[in-house]
């Protein structure tokens, strides 16, 4: 049995667990100050090109979601959101418990544009009956495997500007996007065209941690406060620092990220090769072919996988997810019977 | 140089990291449905004696605190603490975000009592002018280093339960509570004792991570909802269960706190035996003798520790701290040294 | 110039302003203990058959929704509205900065049905990564001025209780629903279908002041605490229990109700009459008839109203209302002028 | 029997409750942007010499509190506040429920200096884990009826601009403040030496209402989403403004405040001379003599007041509260049993 079911089924990559234990018994600040910490942010700002980019290590994508907009947003400003996006759709609530409405928007794609989010701006103008929207959350990749292009995210990110929005882009699989086989945006442009963003660690060979990025430190002021109220801050700070300076020091993240999204575009292939649709295509490490629902379950007899949506009374479409630890040889098993599926009608 | 400002300067005790290494590849479910915490929660539950008991991993110790008491507390509803309690005096307000006063108590030793919770009660009256006091927060060992006894915290729990106060500890350092040589208290009595308590696995050889015990069932109803909320809620819970069954399977969290003990009293009867008093006199693995300022500064050419209050023109208590890590031979030295500074008078 | 944009251009009914002076100088407890409020209280709960309800005098009906929801909702608990719903629509956020999502329903009438919430009831099972649906918020009078029948809110009643959903009623505008023409409900009815609900003053004949009446007592346990919590406190109480006393001593609440009702019915059957359709047909003190730009125009000479919706490149429907206070002979030319516009054509 | 519990047993001056009912039937623009409220604000923006000043009127003395700190702090910051302040003792976790400690100060007379503060700054430095102190909340008159002078005040400012901290005056009884005997600041210096003030109207003549005064309208921005977010905006603002105006277009706030005053005064001197001592010596509305119990119990057949605190065995202070409604007449009988009470010994 093997699971496709996401990208956090593994452990983290050995490069990490090694260096936790080559480094275990040196001792080190806490909270962050620790030197693997001080490394890995030195890393991330050459990487990113913004020597003065304020960087934070936290544990969570949820985690980190929350502590960016509550500390950037006064208490009458609202978030917008895909009504897919990570925030509305799977985090209990976790930005209005923090007292912010989310403004979602209906899109095919998973992706915001300014004209989407124009009708919000001419909607929400009522004063003072309306909250302000003040910041665009987005997802690259999307939750749905889709991924903007340099030209959608720079039109984006000037229209935020031009309206004083602040743009924030949550990369839980930010590897993924900047390896896709389409994909023309660098790392270093996410942090150009965005305010803030966060890098995913957990879904792309740590054990957890995501690196929050304010490309502008003002906007960062006093994050630290915030980050030990809200309860992120870790005491052994050193675990956070030693992965990002693992998966960063030697592309290792991007190696990650390209392995996943080529077993999964392999899959892809094998479905479109036997004549199924999708979803929708995405370029990255997760899929949504249709399917019958006589081959489900022929399938999920030796693989797990989410069904994700109800086509038609024979049709779902399901979502299989390649990771960084999906090996080439499962997923040659999985292409010869899903093969097998179509010889056996 | 060696520090003993505190005790998670290290990493993890070995067994961990080899444990992380050995389960690494092995697919697991997200969000702590995963083998590893599911089998930690029910050894748990035997050490405890509390089959019933409902057992969640968090990451860290403000974590832990903020979301325990924001899911038992109503809005109007406040929390009662010593004024040394870390959720008044080291936790950036993360009490109060989530809605709540701390009513605090000035205390001599850390620890609370019935008749000073009951001024408490007398005092918060007038309603509806006035906040609900509906819980009461002890730490064991306190933050200053002290412990419960057994006929305390049950005189405690006895008082709450009369006066509907919910009883919450929080064990950060439950383990050095727990070996100190002069406690009568055991783990499964804590379970008995409290309504709501979490054992500390960041201060005692985890990387990182907290076990929050509800020992009565009903009280954790939703508390799932609440960590996901709350951004607490680990993909891959599978590295906190790990820990904490590596921890508890062959008690390796009690001979860890023991060592730590063990050294931090070797250290005190050497501060003892030449003549220099305590701040107050800590079972436990930290102490704080008071020293002159002119040892201190001896003392700070080859390690490092807290000064943690001036005593008066000439003396301040510092704070040494030894941990599971902390080696013999560097406390035989430090021993040395100390004597040294007698004998250099 | 005459308005009709709202039900709140006015003062007080002279009964309410003639019984402050009379009472002016008798000296009274503060913070809604005396003896005006107590007997408005008991005044209401006979007219709503209730003996054990729970009454509560606040200042205005946002406020009343936020304390409302904010006291019977636990942290990661969900509201449910239509997406016209004054909570959503129009209240700048309050709700969720309380801390709770507000789940949004389209609706064509502004009513809720139980079809409608199953279908959310099923998009939110993914527990625990979504928030727990707990509260349906209604409103009669809806925002668009249509109305629950009965068996709608019996229906509704009996599915919430079902599903453990507490069912809240915003009665900002209860009057005008319970004395609109085809209204089957009485206000006792209200008291039995829902869990909580307001009775509006503001809208209809009071200074300010809305009446959040807890049907079950249980459920208003410790909201004077929150009340005072959220500075809805007033001083001096007696300004709402005199007005609430004076507004149902002599059933004077519904007399205005009815008096705002027909005056707009009045002007409804003089546009139908004219040959005009409606956005929706509302039977209370809202209408929305459909005009062509030129006479939306030409009426705003000696009148003010808001454009509530553009229909097409040459039409918007606009929003009448009629209160307590508006004047028959208004009406009456508001009337003329309306046929006026016909016979210009 | 006559009340000296509070200075809010009676509704509102004559004028007032005239002016509503004179202006009754005049329609008028909803949620503050009535005549009536722009006339207010203009007439205090004269008499405080602030052309500048933005002002917004609230319901009540908590919600005026709580809204604006919690429009003004970030959410790691927290308000100073003397241990008897109103919005620590008498709020129910108002500041707290908006997610902000209040760090207490205990004083002998309900006042802060910048010496105190000064202490409170140096505990407060364990950057990041501890709140960032940003607000001086005081009161004028105090909650025990003392007073700042203007050198107390002015100094309070000048350290309060060198170390960033916005200083906010609780005004509920400012009109006692600034019309007691000793008084040396007038209610413009009150504009110039603080940030946001408000006036209290509930305590000195109104039927309800305080007017926020934001000095700096930097910050006043957004404010109006913020009142309307919290439900502080009345829809039928003119009730406020009409309050405001008439209080102050003739200095009737101070002749009011005055009156009340000068009858406290007259008792203090009355118990003066028959050798009692106070709790402390205040030159406003509320005194707060000590009496033996059996002198209190005697009072107590003819007038109500609260007992303040205990001061020994047989001794009590009391609380004794005039307001602008005490009549001459009563005061003078009080005063005729006081000195009763002495000849019965």
Same sequence: chains 1, 2, 3, 4.
């Avoid at 942010?41 to 969570?60: R, T, V, Y």
């Avoid at 743009?167 to 930010?174: C, E, I, S, V």
């Avoid at 990255?284 to 007899?301: A, D, E, G, V, Y």
């Avoid at 949506?309 to 779902?316: A, C, G, L, R």
């Amino acid at each position: 049995m093997f699971s496709f079911k996401n990208d956090y089924s593994e452990g983290a990559h050995i490069n990490i667990l090694q260096k936790l234990i080559d480094t275990n018994l040196i001792q080190q600040h806490g909270y962050g100050e620790d030197d693997y910490s001080i490394q890995a942010k030195d890393l991330l700002c050459q990487k990113l090109n913004k020597p003065d980019a304020s960087i934070f290590f936290l544990s969570a994508g949820t985690q980190s979601n929350l502590i960016v907009i509550a500390s950037l947003l006064r208490i009458h400003e609202a978030v917008i959101s895909a009504k897919t996006g990570h925030i509305y759709a799977n985090e209990t609530g976790a930005i209005e418990a923090t007292g912010h409405r989310i403004i979602t928007i209906e899109t095919d794609n998973g992706k915001l544009n300014p004209a989407q989010i124009e009708k919000v701006l001419v909607e929400y103008t009522l004063r003072p009956h309306v909250v302000k929207p003040r910041m665009v959350y987005i997802s690259n990749s999307t939750e749905i495997g889709t991924i903007y292009s340099k030209s959608e995210l720079e039109e984006l990110s000037t229209y935020c500007k031009a309206n004083s929005l602040l743009l924030y882009l949550d990369g839980a699989r930010l590897g993924h996007a900047l390896m896709a086989c389409n994909n023309d945006l660098k790392i270093s442009d996410i942090a150009n065209f965005t305010d803030v963003f966060y890098i995913g660690g957990t879904k792309n060979g740590a054990l957890f941690g995501e690196a929050v990025v304010f490309n502008n430190p003002i906007l960062a002021e006093d994050f630290d406060f915030i980050l030990k109220q809200k309860g992120a801050l870790l005491a052994k700070g050193r675990t956070l620092g030693i992965q990002f300076y693992e998966l960063f020091h030697n592309d290792l993240y991007f190696e990650l990220a390209s392995h996943a999204n080529q077993l999964a575009q392999k899959i892809a292939n094998a479905f479109e090769d036997c004549g199924y649709s999708f979803l929708t295509r995405s370029p990255t490490n997760q899929i949504f072919p249709i399917l019958p629902h006589k081959f489900i379950s022929q399938l999920r007899i030796n693989y797990d996988f989410y069904n994700w949506k109800s086509i038609d009374d024979n049709h779902d479409s399901v979502r299989i997810i390649t990771s960084w630890a999906t090996p080439l040889n499962v997923v040659d098993e999985f292409i010869f019977d899903i093969k097998q599926l179509d010889s056996n009608l």
